[in-house]
């Protein structure tokens, strides 16, 4: 069982950055890939970046290629999102999730954070 608790987003002009945080409980955290998604209003949750459990491999969603980056300490049981260069599109609920991955689809993840929420003004 891994439980995950999300930090770091709020309001950001467009242009800034933001990091996300996300801490995961257990001593198994090690074991899983971890991706993060986000969900806007109205919209559908979708995929925005993934890394492998040694943290050596990453994948992006074209819509955040090269404005965000991910990694992850295990020691710290923790993975972060750096995003740069935020664009208004980007707000949005952004949730990290444990899985045996790296999958770029939701269903593929098995632990769910609360998600952290991310607002880019214009």
């Known amino acids: 069982q891994v439980q995950l608790v999300e930090s770091g987003g709020g309001l950001v002009q467009a242009g800034g950055s933001l990091r996300l945080s996300c801490a995961a409980s257990g001593r198994t955290f090690v074991r899983y890939a971890m991706g993060w998604f986000r969900q806007a209003p109205g919209k559908e949750r979708e995929f925005v970046a993934t890394?492998?459990?040694?943290?050596?491999?990453?994948y992006f969603a074209d819509s955040v290629k090269g404005r965000f980056t991910v990694s992850r300490d295990n020691a710290k049981n923790t993975v972060y999102l750096q995003m740069n260069s935020l664009k208004s599109e980007d707000t949005a609920v952004y949730y990290c999730?444990?899985?045996?991955?790296?999958?770029?689809?939701?269903?593929?993840?098995?632990?769910w954070g609360q998600g952290t929420q991310v607002t880019v003004s214009s």
């Open positions: 890394i492998t459990w040694s943290g050596h491999i990453a």
């Open positions: 999730a444990a899985g045996n991955g790296p999958g770029l689809r939701a269903n593929e993840y098995d632990y």
